[in-house]
């Protein structure tokens, strides 16, 4: 399994209390969690690479992207944004972080504003899990606490996820719904809430199992993702007979 991390990585990240904290960037503390999983193969793309990092041989070859961005994913080129739209409807999973709820492929996928409230101090977040069920939530205790974390809270203007799976509470009284799934045409798709730049979040570790329990349910399953696209409005679909007779679903049946 193919896994891409994009950081926007932006200038600020690379000096003060930023870097002490991920000094080889947050891109690379996120790829460090599959380190010595043999299966899964990990790279890590930046904002500031031709095409944002998100060529079509990279995208092609991914099958879930992570997305961490702040402050400068709004420079992200609209022709990326799309594409990563479109594999995502096409059946590559995705996980977006933190401020990645205002990025534009997110916003998008969405449909809403996806603003929110928020306390640019650092304190306290509790993190409750409230599908115990969950395969994300493998191994994860009922709750946790990251301390440092930025407030965010509701009201958070995002679609009714398909599953709740975390919410996050703050000594403020604040709430945000801090772990939300979607399905968005063959493709699924976690919000993780925590993990601001000036947090050592990821290197909590039921942080890190729940981003590894993710990419693993975001993952599309065998190679199917390759060989369906999403019905275009007012196109015909061709019988599924037709379609095993070009060897399409040579596999399956």
């Known amino acids: 399994m193919n896994i891409t991390v994009w950081n926007e ?13 991920y000094p080889d960037g947050i891109h690379v503390a996120i790829k460090d969690i599959f380190a010595g999983d043999e299966i899964l193969k990990v790279r890590t793309v930046l904002q500031e690479e031709p095409e944002n990092g998100l060529t079509d041989t990279v995208l092609s070859e991914t099958d879930v992207l992570i997305w961490w961005g702040h402050v400068w994913q709004n420079n992200v080129l609209d022709s990326v944004s799309d594409k990563v739209c479109k594999r995502i409807l096409g059946g590559m999973g995705a996980i977006f972080l933190h401020s990645a709820y205002a990025s534009k492929p997110f916003t998008r996928l969405m449909g809403t504003s996806c ?10 977040e509790r993190v409750w899990t409230v599908n115990p069920s969950h395969a994300i939530v493998s191994g994860i205790p009922e709750t946790f606490s990251l301390e440092p974390e930025i407030m965010y809270g509701e009201f958070f203007d995002i679609p009714t996820p398909d599953e709740l799976i975390l919410l996050g509470w703050y000594p403020g009284g604040e709430l945000i719904r801090a772990g939300c799934t979607f399905r968005r045409g063959y493709g699924k798709v976690f919000y993780f809430q925590p993990g601001h730049e000036s947090c050592p979040t990821f290197y909590n570790e039921n942080v890190k199992r729940l981003i590894y329990n993710a990419t693993l349910w975001a993952a599309p399953q065998g190679t199917i993702k390759n060989q369906i696209q999403p019905i275009q409005s007012g196109k015909p679909a061709e019988p599924v007979e037709i379609q095993k007779k070009k060897g399409i679903f040579k596999k399956y049946f």
Do not use: F, Q, V
């Not at 990585?9 to 904290?21: D, E, F, R, Y």
């Open 9 to 21: 990585c932006h200038p600020s990240t690379k000096s003060g209390k930023t870097a002490k904290i």
């Open 115 to 124: 603003t929110l409230k928020w306390r640019d101090i650092e304190e306290k």
